[in-house]
Each structure stands twice: as structure tokens, then as C-alpha cells.
Antibody, heavy 118, light 109 residues
Framework: QVQLQESGPGLVKPSETLSLTCTVS????????WSWIRQPPGKGLEWIGY???????NYNPSLKSRVTISVDTSKNQFSLKLSSVTAADTAVYYC????????????WGQGTLVTVSS | QSVLTQPPSVSAAPGQKVTISCSGS????????VSWYQQLPGTAPKLLIY???KRPSGIPDRFSGSKSGTSATLGITGLQTGDEADYYC??????????FGGGTKLTVL
């Protein structure tokens, strides 16, 4: 059974860069698409972007200028960097797998809360 | 403001049926498959319905999905207290971005 686990700092200061990693176990990161999604406290889901195992990416236009998603196939991991964060970026961040490219998000990590505060 | 529109809340009694609507446009629902996700309190979303009306393995047939034009509907029959959750519709749009509805909170009275 494929499992995804997010990891990274739970507290980030305003204007700094949020960095998270998603580790995939129980299956290979190859041949699938991998997304980041976030959910501010008490609010709905927002798709951040995806990466294919080959490295091709696509980002939410509203976040594109601040987002970078990368993949490390040797470690079966992919990562999210979100720069110049503000309190509005406080959210639970989820990683998820989908296939085909524009298919359903079939596997999700448990999520990790990132708070932006000084 | 979410791209897809869902009612904020619905409610029904145990054993009854409920439907949740999801409205979009020709740039998203109208030209792509719709998925539905169930988010139980304090947990990650879980895929409930994909490709408009298909159920992943392990999802009971009490859950169903349909799509017509630029709208989709999730149906749940034989409501149980364990179905109390937030339900989200999701799809992809013409900018190749993922989009979600604002979520619907289901209360089983």
C-alpha cells in the first residue's frame, strides 16, 4: 500500500521560505504525478502544483511566482518550497499522488500544519 | 472564493438520502472528469468518487456520483453517523490547474 508522509518545520517566519518534503513508501515515485495541496484552518482545499517523476511541473497561477516543486527519485521524495510567506500561508499542507496527469488524487499524506508567525 | 460552487452545508436523518451539488463551468467540469473527496474531522481528504461516477475499491455503493454539463452531484444513501464529514468536489481546469469546491459539511441529524 502506497503511503505518503509530509515533513518539515511547523513554524516559519514571515518573509522566509517554507520548505516541505513528501516521502513516498510502499511504491515507486516513478510513473506518477505528485501534487501539493493546502488547507488553511477551517477553510477549503487549494491546489498548489504538481511534479511528474521526470521533473516537469505545473503550478497554480496564483502561487506560481513563489512556488518551486522538485523531485528526488533516488530518495523517493518530492519537495515544496514557497517563498516570501505571510500569515495567509498558514495551513495544513498535504502531498498526494495522481495518475493520469489530470486524474483523481488517489493517495494523500496525513498533512502537516505550517504556521507563519514571528 | 473557490472555483467550484458547493452548498456550505446539508443535513439529513440516519437512513435517509442526501445529495451535494458542485457547479462549475465549461473550462473545468464541462471538459474534465470530476472527483469527490471525503474529509472526516481531523483527517486528510480521501478519494470517494473519480471519473464522475466510479468508486475506488473499498468505497460502499451507498456513495454515487453523476455529472451533467457543468455540474456534478454526489449522492449518499442509507446515511450513517459515520458519514458526518466535509465533502469536496475537484477537477482540473483549462489552465491545467487543479480546482476544488469550497466544501460541504454533512450533518447526520
Amino acid at each position: 500500500q502506497v503511503q505518503l508522509q509530509e515533513s518539515g518545520p511547523g513554524l516559519v517566519k514571515p518573509s522566509e521560505t517554507l520548505s516541505l518534503t513528501c516521502t513516498v513508501s510502499g511504491g515507486s515515485i516513478s510513473s506518477y504525478y505528485w501534487s501539493w495541496i493546502r488547507q488553511p484552518p477551517g477553510k477549503g482545499l487549494e491546489w498548489i502544483g504538481y511534479i511528474y517523476y521526470s521533473g516537469s511541473t505545473n503550478y497554480n497561477p496564483s502561487l506560481k511566482s513563489r512556488v518551486t516543486i522538485s523531485v528526488d527519485t533516488s530518495k523517493n521524495q518530492f519537495s515544496l518550497k514557497l517563498s516570501s510567506v505571510t500569515a495567509a500561508d498558514t495551513a495544513v499542507y498535504y502531498c498526494a499522488r495522481h495518475f493520469p496527469r489530470y486524474g483523481p488524487l488517489g493517495y494523500w499524506g496525513q498533512g502537516t500544519l505550517v504556521t507563519v508567525s514571528s | 472564493q473557490s472555483v467550484l460552487t458547493q452548498p456550505p452545508s446539508v443535513s439529513a436523518a440516519p437512513g435517509q438520502k442526501v445529495t451535494i451539488s458542485c457547479s462549475g463551468s465549461s473550462s473545468n467540469i464541462g471538459n474534465n472528469y470530476v472527483s469527490w473527496y471525503q474529509q472526516l474531522p481531523g483527517t486528510a481528504p480521501k478519494l470517494l468518487i473519480y471519473d464522475n461516477n466510479k468508486r475506488p475499491s473499498g468505497i460502499p455503493d451507498r456513495f454515487s456520483g453523476s455529472k451533467s454539463g457543468t455540474s456534478a452531484t454526489l449522492g449518499i444513501t442509507g446515511l450513517q453517523t459515520g458519514d458526518e464529514a466535509d465533502y469536496y468536489c475537484g477537477t482540473w481546469d483549462s489552465s491545467l490547474s487543479g480546482v476544488f469546491g469550497g466544501g460541504t459539511k454533512l450533518t447526520v441529524l
